[in-house]
């Protein structure tokens, strides 16, 4: 019954991407988009909850679309009832963040159709039970996000970001395409069922991996597959950023974790080997650079590479002990991973909501041209600082839990055998913890120059707050993160059947323990009350606030903020983003980025200031992709004098071609 709620849904959402092509110009087609939208959102991801929550069988439905043998096959259990949950809490949130925030898109008609669609293709991909069905959502989902990109085209640096972007989406569906054909075998069997049940050989099993790791990855931005996140997500209008980032990223790992922790079979050792790597480089990496960033909506693009990380971490932890047959243990690092997803869901879409707040009321996103904005948007300013203390890993909010979690798997290491995981699960947790460390000074200077200090532009002197539709999306989700971080053994109960659906064992049941604790392994181990810090912090910053403001505000001279006790100093001297960054970026990015600072006095007797410039590099692009761009360049100028032929040698290399693939179909076994 939830499955077909859903796919009804799904049809709504289609329908109204397809009202949206006749009236997207007039001025009643973005409520009725917006709030169409929402509506079929909020009621495909409570019938989600409920079959979550009520423990319901899995519910398949086949629908005569698709290959005419084959139909489309759809189904729905608990691990595609958590992920929709995911996909339609964030899709709601964003359709209600447009209601306020479409009205100042200066091209709705090239946003609107696209928005619902880009709904209904990622709500498919969790839905399908078959391969066909499963790459044609993924690539639907593809090309409408993709649109969505697009939307503002004329603007070089957009056009650039939808070209990078449509070339990483088709490399990684060609690898998924590459993997179903490897899952289905000889017999050509396309439905999941059929997949489970196939046995692969370890070398193709291997195979699969590698090429669910090149195309899930490039879609969830795993390093070094994640040079269209930064690109893509600013690009887009903001609401559509929040659902790329922290929606669609997950549908990516929804991707993985279905084909290897489910029909690929059980997994061997080294896979953790991998995964753990690519984990680690991508936190490490993700958040280095993210520091490096001035533009808001680029630097929690680089955040979500981040998170992705710390998401794969417990994926490949998950993994290890699933292969060691350690049940309870890859139950635990599996409730950190997915807890992680939930989170970062929700925390990554409230911060893109709250830059495009900030984008409605200055204009700029660069923080360098902010300022001083608590004054004149504290419902925005209050909302984004929740999402800067839950993304920072702080308690009492849900970041801090999942992160938790992990690192309570990660010291589970020492029991497994092998000893590359001995080695290399300990280096993972002290990149983990780095990422941590450097995520906080992050948000410090996202908050802090954006929002803390005085303006330093007219623009930010005179914004003002955004709407109510706006507001209501952000402190939804400020409640959601408060609500996850206090109360976490709820949502941990709540993922018991994905967890058992997938490695066969539990963590123990969390709502039994007094005082609302967690208790992952056992209370003489480990165990946390995000209730009692709740508390704690909620006490001791009422005293603090109260100290401060009654007995040591009279003992001190007020004076203006940053001003360092010179009151005539003006908002240039104020620390700035890249102040911010100095320090770490001469510890790590003469190495990583390749940072050269060049300083440009001027001559003696010219009154110009002098200025610094800073040139930092994108290894992973100069050492990958730029090499590949030149040599595809180069294999084209080569290849260019094909088109230039005689219909006669056209009509042979036609001939040699058949038979060459003739011959691959003959040879092959």
């Keep these: 019954m939830s499955a077909v709620v859903v796919l009804s849904c799904v049809a709504v959402m289609l329908g109204v991407a397809a009202s949206a092509v006749a009236i997207g110009r007039s001025a009643v087609a973005r409520p009725i988009v917006y709030g169409a939208s929402f509506l079929a959102c909020a009621l495909a991801g409570t019938a989600a909850l409920a079959h979550l929550l009520g423990d319901a069988p899995e519910a398949g439905l086949v629908l005569p679309l698709g290959l005419p043998w084959q139909g489309a096959h759809f189904r729905l259990d608990a691990l595609a009832a958590f992920f929709l949950i995911v996909v339609d809490l964030g899709s709601a949130a964003a359709s209600l963040y447009g209601l306020g925030y479409g009205r100042h898109e200066t091209a709705p008609h090239r946003v609107l159709p696209f928005f619902p669609a880009f709904l209904a293709g990622m709500n498919l991909v969790v839905l399908a039970d078959d391969a066909f069905t499963f790459l044609m959502s993924w690539e639907f989902m593809s090309l409408t996000s993709w649109a969505l990109v697009m939307t503002h085209h004329r603007v070089s640096e957009n056009a650039r970001a939808g070209y990078i972007y449509l070339l990483m989406a088709s490399f990684g569906t060609l690898c998924l395409l590459l993997a179903f054909g490897l899952l289905a075998g000889p017999e050509g069997a396309y439905d999941f069922t059929q997949m489970r049940a196939n046995h692969l050989a370890p070398a193709f099993s291997g195979l699969v991996l590698a090429l669910v790791l090149l195309g899930a990855g490039s879609k969830a931005g795993l390093v070094p597959l994640h040079v269209w996140l930064p690109l893509a997500h600013p690009a887009a209008p903001s609401h559509v950023s929040a659902l790329m980032s922290g929606v669609m990223?997950?549908?990516?790992?929804?991707?993985?974790?279905?084909?290897?922790?489910?029909?690929?079979?059980?997994?061997?050792?080294?896979?953790?080997?991998?995964?753990?790597?690519?984990?680690?480089?991508?936190?490490?990496?993700?958040?280095l650079y993210a520091l490096m960033q001035h533009d808001l909506k680029r630097l929690l693009a680089y955040h979500t590479v981040e998170n992705i990380g710390i998401i794969y971490i417990g994926l490949g932890l998950t993994l290890a002990f699933e292969a060691n047959h350690v049940g309870w243990a890859a139950a635990l690092a599996l409730t950190a991973a997915l807890f992680h997803v939930f989170n970062h869901s929700i925390f990554k879409s409230l911060l893109f909501f709250g830059s495009g707040?900030?984008?409605?009321?200055?204009?700029?996103?660069?923080?360098?041209?902010?300022?001083?904005?608590?004054?004149?948007?504290?419902h925005t300013a209050f909302a984004f600082l929740v999402g800067c203390v839950a993304i920072s890993a702080l308690p009492p909010l849900n970041g801090f839990v999942s992160e938790w979690l992990t690192f309570q798997a990660i010291l589970q290491s020492p029991d497994l055998p092998q000893w590359g995981l001995k080695v290399l699960v300990p280096a993972v947790g002290a990149l983990l913890a780095l990422s941590a460390a450097l995520a906080a000074a992050c948000f410090v200077k996202a908050f802090g120059v954006t929002f803390?200090?005085?303006?330093?532009?007219?623009?930010?002197?005179?914004?003002?707050?955004?709407?109510?539709?706006?507001?209501?999306?952000?402190?939804?989700?400020?409640?959601?993160?408060?609500?996850?971080?206090?109360?976490?053994?709820?949502?941990?109960?709540?993922?018991?059947?994905?967890?058992?659906?997938?490695?066969?064992?539990?963590?123990?049941?969390?709502?039994?323990v007094p005082w609302l604790s967690i208790v992952p392994i056992a209370e003489a181990r480990s165990s946390y009350n995000g209730l009692l810090v709740f508390v704690f912090i909620a006490v001791s910053a009422s005293f603090a606030i109260y100290a401060i403001h009654r007995i040591a505000s009279h003992a001190l001279r007020r004076g203006a903020a940053w001003g360092c006790g010179y009151p005539g100093t003006g908002p240039i001297t104020q620390y700035t983003s890249g102040s911010f960054a100095q320090p770490i970026r001469r510890v790590f990015g003469t190495v990583v980025f390749r940072a050269r600072e060049h300083v440009e006095m001027a001559p003696p007797g010219d009154r110009r200031p002098a200025r610094m410039h800073v040139d930092l590099r994108d290894l992973v692009w100069d050492a990958l992709y730029a090499p590949v761009a030149t040599g595809v360049s180069a294999i084209a100028d080569r290849l260019n004098y094909l088109q230039f032929q005689t219909i006669r040698r056209y009509l042979s290399l036609v001939f040699a071609a058949l038979i060459v693939l003739l011959l691959v179909v003959g040879l092959w076994p």
Excluded at 251 to 261: D, T
Aim: aromatic share 8%; hydrophobic share 55%.
């Design 452 to 512: 803390l200090g005085r303006p330093r532009t007219p623009a930010a002197a005179e914004a003002h707050e955004v709407d109510r539709f706006s507001l209501a999306a952000m402190y939804a989700f400020a409640a959601l993160c408060l609500f996850a971080g206090v109360l976490p053994g709820l949502v941990i109960d709540g993922l018991r059947p994905v967890i058992q659906a997938l490695v066969g064992d539990q963590m123990p049941v969390q709502s039994v």
């Design 249 to 287: 990223t997950k549908v990516a790992v929804y991707g993985f974790v279905r084909i290897v922790l489910d029909l690929l079979g059980p997994p061997e050792w080294w896979w953790a080997m991998v995964v753990l790597a690519l984990g680690g480089a991508t936190s490490a990496l993700g958040v």
């Design 357 to 378: 707040a900030v984008l409605t009321a200055t204009g700029e996103r660069d923080m360098e041209h902010l300022g001083g904005l608590i004054h004149r948007m504290p």
